[in-house]
């Protein structure tokens, strides 16, 4: 009990002196074990160092931490944390078993109290009269917020998506079981060669995700122009200009910049490639603009299937001509489900859209996945976009069918070598890129050692 009195005012003595550090001095102003002894000094001298220590991991954790969840900001299995009130405990989403409880909770007060913390960890505010807050936190998590009982019965809630430092990558996506080295060798022609594709999921299948590690396909020195809400997208290559929205806290939205802005900002950049974290609004027709004026363009979209993606896209509120779909090459179909207990996403089909004269939308299975053998089949013997890569690079069929034979060979090796650092993956398939002769796979093979 003495301990957590002394705990109490050696954090309010400190957090004091941080204030005023933080006004006086912009740089770092980092708790140190030596700050938090001179504080202890002040109400309890002579306390031993190992109880010292316990008083600073929990000063640190609450004054420059998340406070009770910061050991679960740190966990790399871990994807969303949340809070549905103060009757509820706090819920985790973990990358491989689903949804989990904690031991953690909050009483009414503290709740209220911790998301004002989150909000101002943000640079926000959440009030009474403005309880909702979407907003991204320092390390690139994004945290939703609502304040007191204004909105929820259960008074103050938080859903925190956490970022991942470790950016997925192919290989990733195969060890995973979400894709198969055929499926990502189809893609990786395709990406290389500028063929525009949309990645649909409901929530949580890993649409991002898999866009990132599709992203590593595309050339290193292309020029790539990204546009998200929250920054989610890293890749290793140098040409690579990441922008995101800013939403300011006036109540007349002034000085709000939206995806739609973004996008039409970033069409004056002469961008090769542009990456949208995803569409739901107007800026989908501006995307598809970009699309029908040479842009390879790649995008996630909320769908279950690429009917209803189809059916978001050509109805309100996006409103997209049907025509302009002829210039959409791919979408791919992405799922969360659960076997045995574990959480699993994969990819459920990988289609192919094209246009015909009456201006009907029509996709065709290139590959789907079987969930009774969790394997994923071929199923088509002719390919449009093999087709037009086959003419702009000259290639025969023969030659389209072994491109995509070594492709495959390469990524499973890579696979079973685990090859998944980011310098490493990328390092492999600029090598792949830059061969001037048709490679076979003792090439591969040399790449991927």
């Not at 074990?33 to 316990?54: E, K, N």
């Not at 909770?105 to 004002?116: G, M, Q, S």
């Not at 806290?249 to 973004?262: H, Q, R, T, Y």
């Not at 590959?367 to 053998?373: A, D, H, K, L, Q």
Request: proline share 5%; with cysteine; glycine share 6%.
């Amino acid at each position: 009990m003495r301990e957590r009195i002394l705990l109490e005012e050696v954090h309010d003595y400190l957090r004091d002196v941080l204030i005023y550090d933080t006004i006086t001095r912009k740089d770092d102003t980092h708790l140190s074990f030596d700050d938090v002894r001179r504080g202890i000094s002040r109400f309890m001298p002579g306390l031993p160092d190992d109880r010292a220590s316990v008083i600073y991991y929990y000063l640190e954790r609450n004054l420059q931490g998340y406070g009770p969840i910061d050991p679960l900001m740190h966990d790399r299995f871990i994807e969303d944390i949340s809070c549905n009130g103060y009757t509820s405990p706090v819920f985790i989403y973990h990358a491989e078993y689903g949804s989990i409880p904690t031991s953690i909770r909050f009483t009414a007060h503290e709740l209220n109290r911790y998301v004002l913390k989150l909000s101002q960890k943000a640079d926000r505010q959440v009030s009474i009269s403005s309880p909702l807050l979407d907003a991204p936190l320092p390390d690139g998590s994004r945290a939703q917020i609502t304040y007191t009982d204004v909105i929820s019965s259960k008074g103050s809630t938080f859903t925190i998506r956490r970022f991942k430092s470790d950016p997925m990558t192919p290989v990733d996506l195969i060890r995973y079981g979400t894709y198969d080295p055929e499926i990502l060798a189809y893609i990786w022609l395709a990406v290389e060669n500028r063929k525009s594709m949309i990645i649909v999921g409901g929530t949580a299948s890993g649409k991002t995700s898999t866009m990132n590690a599709i992203s590593y396909f595309i050339p290193l020195t292309a020029k790539i122009v990204s546009l998200e809400d929250t920054r989610e997208i890293q890749l290793p290559h140098k040409n690579w200009l990441p922008t995101k929205t800013r939403e300011t806290s006036a109540p007349s939205g002034k000085g709000d910049i939206d995806l739609f802005s973004l996008l039409r900002a970033s069409l004056r950049q002469r961008p090769e490639y542009i990456i949208v974290g995803e569409v739901r609004g107007p800026e989908a027709q501006t995307l598809f603009q970009a699309m029908n004026t040479g842009h390879t363009t790649y995008s996630t979209l909320h769908a279950g299937s690429v009917d209803e993606s189809i059916n978001r896209l050509v109805n309100p509120p996006i409103n997209v001509p049907k025509a302009m779909f002829g210039a959409l090459d791919l979408m791919v179909v992405q799922l969360l489900q659960y076997q045995e207990g574990r959480a699993v996403r994969r990819c459920l089909s990988l289609n192919e859209i094209s246009v015909d004269n009456a201006a009907n939308i029509q996709s065709h299975d290139l590959y789907r996945w079987n969930p009774r053998s969790d394997a994923f089949e071929r199923n088509y013997h002719r390919s449009r976009v093999l087709d037009s890569i086959a003419y702009s690079q000259g290639w025969s069929r023969a030659e389209v069918e072994e491109q995509l034979s070594l492709r495959a060979h390469t990524l499973s090796l890579m696979a079973r070598k685990k090859i998944v650092l980011s310098d490493q993956v990328s390092g492999i398939f600029h090598l792949m890129k830059k061969s001037t002769r048709f490679p076979g796979n003792e090439e591969a093979d040399d790449a991927a050692s």
